[in-house]
């Protein structure tokens, strides 16, 4: 399965490809965000998406949809580590006339868990049978989150990225200072990079006071 962020866009000879603006000023550069990944919100099949547009504004959480205490496929867990994505491998068909098209990209993500909480360890033992019946987003210290997000009104189509390939190693230093970690690794092909968003998921989520009546 390929995930195709952009619908297909120019893989028609009859589909006229129009690029888009760029900032105004080519010489004002922002300084970049912190690309480390820190949370992964995994959603089974049968979950509904853990996040929502709501109108025209940016990506919100869906009310109950990650929930860490569930046992079973009904909602989103979320993990939080860290992690990176390599750069993508290319898939190459050699055409006519010396043209050679891309036809679909592999992306490889690696994601380093602490298994200080027995639950972490179960449930990425069973992630390790291979479970790609799910779909997932990561989110970056730049407070940016990656996969599609789609509109609180679509019931018919799923978000998130949809994986080739899940493992998970659970791997044992012999330094004196090793720490019992787990690493998980996640595959997906795609025609371009995920879509990305403002995070309504940030390092500081868990930090905001309680409100009074």
């Known amino acids: 399965m390929i995930n195709e962020f952009l619908n297909g866009l120019g893989t028609d000879c009859s589909t006229t490809i129009t690029l888009p603006a760029l900032a105004a000023d080519p010489w004002c550069e922002p300084v970049p965000g912190l690309s480390q990944v820190w949370g992964l919100v995994i959603a089974p099949c049968a979950a509904a998406d853990p996040f929502e547009i709501v109108s025209t504004s940016p990506p919100s959480l869906a009310s109950g949809e990650i929930d860490n205490d569930a046992a079973d496929n009904s909602k989103s867990r979320l993990l939080t580590g860290v992690g990176g ?5 290319a898939t190459t068909y050699e055409g006519a006339m010396l043209k050679d098209f891309i036809v679909d990209r592999t992306y490889t993500m690696t994601f380093e868990v602490p298994l200080g909480e027995a639950k972490t360890y179960d449930f990425l033992r069973t992630l390790q049978r291979n479970f790609v019946d799910m779909r997932f987003w990561y989110i970056d210290l730049a407070n940016l989150l990656y996969g599609t ?9 799923y978000g998130g990225i949809r994986p080739k390939m899940v ?28 879509p990305r968003y403002a995070s309504p998921l940030t390092p500081e989520t868990n930090c905001v006071p309680t409100p009074t009546p």
């Open 167 to 194: 493992n998970v190693q659970f791997p044992k230093s012999n330094a004196r200072d090793g720490r019992n970690t787990a690493t998980i690794t996640l595959m997906w092909a795609a025609d371009v990079e995920p």
């Open 149 to 157: 997000v789609l509109s609180s009104t679509n019931t018919t189509q």
């Open 85 to 89: 994505v390599n750069e993508h491998e």
